[in-house]
């Protein structure tokens, strides 16, 4: 079945250190990627997404590029901040025309300090 | 746009009993996802409910069972309580239609089984 590998946590940075969370997914199909941000205490927060082979996700400084050769999609940012502490996770759905049943890596929790 | 709105949002019971949780997505949306989010087992698919009919499971026991209503409001009701069923359960929507459209999370309902 599909299922996602990330990088174990906790990663501890400086604030405006380089952050990169690596993930590889396995899949029968052609699926979708998905990075969500999860804050203390709350749900989770669609990051950004790709849903074809070398498509770039971006948002707030975060980026990730669908690798199929590699099945990987890598979270980087070039500098992080103290409000990018939370836990990260990756997802794939193979859900043609939607973005239902996620499937979800284990989270990699991301701790800036100052 | 209201987002995605759970009740309630905190809930303890105990074992044996059996809980309701309600889901309300956000206006226009038309498919409600669950998931089931443990320390142990991270985040997992439990179903997806579209236009009132479940168009998916994922691989929980027949305790576990949803519905959804004519104005797409949802319902996850567990029957049964056991101590495992401790977890934050989070539900998502989106519009269900073709084009690979993303999910939105609401805050969850943290369930404690005594």
Request: one cysteine or more; glycine letters at 10%; proline letters at 4%.
């Amino acid at each position: 079945g599909d299922s996602v590998t990330q990088m174990e946590g906790p990663v501890t940075l400086s604030e405006e250190a380089f952050l990169t969370i690596n993930c590889t997914y396995t899949a029968t199909g052609y699926p979708s990627l998905f990075w969500y941000v999860q804050y203390p205490g709350e749900g989770l927060q669609l990051l950004l997404k790709a849903t074809k082979a070398d498509d770039k996700g971006s948002n707030k400084g975060f980026e990730a590029t669908y690798r199929k050769e590699t099945t990987s999609f890598h979270l980087e940012k070039g500098s992080v901040q103290v409000s990018d502490s939370a836990v990260y996770f990756c997802a794939l759905s193979e859900s043609p025309g939607t973005a239902s049943k996620l499937t979800f890596g284990t989270g990699t929790r991301l701790q800036v300090t100052l | 746009k209201a987002g995605v709105t759970q009740t309630p949002r905190y809930l303890i019971k105990t074992r044996g009993q059996q809980v309701t949780l309600s889901c309300s997505p956000i206006s226009g949306h038309r498919s409600v996802s669950w998931y089931q989010q443990t320390p142990g087992q991270g985040l997992q698919f439990l179903f997806e409910y579209f236009s009132e009919t479940q168009r998916n499971k994922g691989n929980f026991p027949g305790r576990f069972s949803g519905r959804q209503f004519s104005n797409s409001r949802s319902e996850m009701n567990v029957s049964t309580l056991e101590l495992g069923d401790s977890a934050l359960y989070l539900c998502a929507s989106s519009g269900g239609l073709a084009g690979r459209s993303e999910q939105f999370f609401g805050p969850g309902t943290r369930l404690t089984v005594l």
